[in-house]
């Protein structure tokens, strides 16, 4: 893999160099300088409302590097896979380049303020569990780092050679290699440190998008060419003339609907991460949701009475302490091995979490002291019954399934919240990130796909197919890769028109996608071992 990947498309390139300006880089500092105060002064105000009193500053300081990095992977992110979304409307002279990209930026920027969340917990979970519950520990904090640094590293490196590879890729390679090594560190088989059926999930997932655009944009350029007959809609851009308007609008919608989505299912890849390593270093803030209704008590314990009388065999549990219970609950998700013991050690984990918070009246009075006790126990309850909602043991009925499920969406509205400031941080990252640094991605979706100009329909095809894919990975908390979906759906619409493919470009584009797990898995693993014994 090289910076040069192919000659250059003859065609006339559109102006990249024109940049923010005076008044633009002046702004642009000014809003890191900003959001970099918002996030101190956000978690200064949110420890001192639940009185955390810092006896050292280590913590914290470890805390705002941490955050630092975590928030540098966003930015990194922004300017090496936002960058396929801005191409289309570049080399289509639908927008000039600097423009495009602070528009991308802004919707990038609206995406992540408007996401659900269920991306950034997809991420977490497959971490392994007993990681998670002591991520406030020196390998809490060897993990986030290892994962955080080697995801930014082989990110700037592809960057560089200005290759689209993928940042989701990326990181789920580095969270599979901290996994490995941290098993393997303990006297484990390597494959027991992941959560393989998540990994899997997310891996067809990442396999499949691209073959998903490559296929659907193929099929939706050669459905325009037959139901919209419009030559100017398949002929290249004219040298600095911008589209007709309608063309112009289209590009314009498909280029905002990819910066979008692309903000919503990416950004939360940071949030999941910057939970973690709140919630390791600052507990009694973060760990708990303490922002729940005030109904949210009465009903907690309502479906915790109904989650017990749910699990079979729960009388056979009164002989386990809630340390063994624990204990047996921890190993079950661990090894994903259903055994008699698991239900009645779930059913005693469920009785103390629900008396536990009945003790203290609502999450908000729990002490310092005993919450992070609490949101691993919480945390241990949810994943037990999300493991056996996928094995389904006969010893559960559908409807004791049903009630476990209900159980858990209140466990999980405890546990898995992000707070606005996570999400406004991560948004200035990711937005700001677009804003730079684009240029080497843009040359190659632009230029060096195929062996033609890329043409509006090709753009437009291209840029709805990203668009649908990634935004219905985000509903069904899947990441996704915008790269992929991008850059193999203008190969797709290349190959739809019969314009041929620059196959030096391709077989870098595959050799980096092939890439890009084995290599963030070692260097994850790598990372990992040698911060485990800094910390």
Not at 84 to 90: E, M, P, Q
Not at 246 to 255: D, K, Q, S, V
Not at 429 to 445: D, F, Y
């Amino acid at each position: 893999m090289n910076a040069t990947l192919a000659a250059p498309s003859a065609a006339i390139r559109p102006d990249l160099e024109k940049g923010l300006g005076a008044a633009g880089k002046i702004g642009f500092g000014a809003a890191i300088v900003a959001a970099l105060l918002y996030v101190a002064y956000s978690v200064y105000s949110d420890a001192a409302a639940v009185g955390v009193e810092p006896t050292t500053y280590l913590p914290f300081l470890l805390l705002f590097v941490a955050l630092l990095i975590a928030l540098g992977f966003e930015f990194v992110n922004g300017f090496h896979d936002t960058a396929n979304a801005v191409a289309t409307v570049i080399y289509t002279n639908a927008m000039p380049a600097n423009i495009a990209v602070v528009w991308s930026g802004f919707f990038n920027f609206l995406g992540v303020l408007l996401s659900t969340g269920a991306v950034a917990f997809g991420i977490v979970s497959l971490l392994p569990v007993e990681l998670i519950l002591q991520v406030g520990s020196n390998a809490g904090f060897a993990m986030v780092f290892a994962l955080l640094l080697a995801a930014i590293i082989w990110n700037l490196a592809t960057w560089w050679l200005g290759i689209p590879s993928s940042s989701s890729h990326t990181l789920i390679g580095s969270i599979i290699g901290v996994g490995v090594a941290n098993a393997m560190m303990h006297g484990k088989s390597g494959t027991a440190g992941v959560d393989w059926s998540k990994a899997t999930e997310i891996g067809q997932a990442l396999l499949f998008s691209p073959l998903i655009g490559f296929g659907v944009a193929a099929l939706l350029f050669l459905a325009m060419k037959v139901l919209v007959r419009k030559r100017e809609l398949y002929e290249e851009p004219k040298d600095g003339l911008p589209p007709p308007l309608w063309i112009r609008a289209l590009l314009i919608f498909t280029c905002t609907g990819v910066s979008f989505a692309h903000g919503s299912n990416d950004g939360q890849k940071g949030m999941g991460l910057i939970m973690l390593i709140l919630i390791g270093t600052v507990p009694t803030a973060y760990a708990l949701n303490r922002a729940v209704p005030e109904r949210y008590t009465a009903e907690f314990h309502a479906r915790s009475i109904a989650a017990e009388a749910a699990l079979p065999g729960a009388g056979a549990g009164t002989n386990l302490d809630p340390a063994q219970a624990r204990r047996q609950v921890t190993a079950y998700i661990a090894e994903k091995s259903f055994t008699p013991e698991t239900l009645p050690a779930l059913s005693v984990l469920v009785r103390d979490v629900d008396s536990q918070v009945m003790a203290y009246g609502s999450l908000a009075k729990v002490p310092a002291a005993a919450v992070s006790n609490i949101r691993n126990d919480m945390y241990l309850a949810s994943e037990a019954i999300k493991g056996l909602g996928k094995q389904k043991p006969r010893e559960l009925s559908e409807a004791a399934q049903e009630t476990l499920a209900t159980y858990k969406s209140s466990l999980d509205a405890g546990t898995r919240f992000i707070p606005t400031w996570v999400k406004v941080a991560v948004a200035f990252a990711l937005g700001l990130g677009t804003m730079v640094g684009w240029r080497r991605i843009v040359v190659t979706v632009g230029e060096k796909i195929g062996k033609t100009h890329l043409t509006y329909a090709q753009g437009a095809a291209a840029e709805l197919v990203a668009m649908g894919t990634i935004l219905g990975a985000d509903h069904l908390g899947l990441p996704v890769s915008t790269t992929h979906v991008l850059s193999s759906g203008v190969a797709g619409t290349m190959a739809a028109n019969r314009s041929g493919l620059q196959m030096s470009t391709v077989r870098n584009l595959l050799m980096a996608w092939v890439l890009t797990l084995p290599v963030s898995i070692v260097i994850a693993g790598g990372l990992y071992m040698i911060f485990s014994q800094v910390f």
